[in-house]
């Protein structure tokens, strides 16, 4: 029986732009590519949880729970995927845990030309179709 990791993912936006993280030329996991903020669960973690600490470990944001709505749960090559949207945070971006060596503020249509991880210019899309960002 196979065993799921489960990771939690940040969809953050802010004044109408959506955050993406380019991973470090020396990640070992999609080294030089675009991807949302987020990690694996801490043991006894709930995906919210987990979700605002990799978001400050990596970022440097803070939100709150109530500004964070999962959007989708997706297996993933031995993965459990936990999309958050997340609606509010506070802080500037800072880049702190040396795995993404830069971040960019980009339209959803505008996140094609850095072709970023697991289909998140579609999200983007769906959220902006949606009319639902601020």
Do not use: Q
Request: charged residues 30%.
């Amino acid at each position: 029986m196979e065993v799921m990791n489960d990771v939690a993912l940040a969809i953050v936006t802010r004044n109408g732009k959506f955050l993406l993280l380019k991973r470090s030329d020396t990640d070992e996991h999609n080294a030089g590519r675009w991807a949302l903020p987020g990690g694996h669960f801490e043991p006894g973690e709930t995906a919210v949880d987990a979700l605002i600490r990799e978001l400050k470990e990596e970022t440097n944001l803070d939100t709150i729970p109530t500004f964070c709505k999962e959007m989708t749960v997706a297996d993933d090559d031995g993965k459990r995927l936990h999309l958050f949207w997340v609606m509010k945070t506070k802080g500037d971006v800072e880049l702190r845990d040396g795995e993404h060596s830069e971040f960019i503020w980009c339209t959803a249509e505008g996140s094609r030309m850095y072709n970023p991880i697991i289909r998140i210019t579609d999200i983007f899309l769906t959220i902006e179709d949606k009319g639902l960002l601020s």
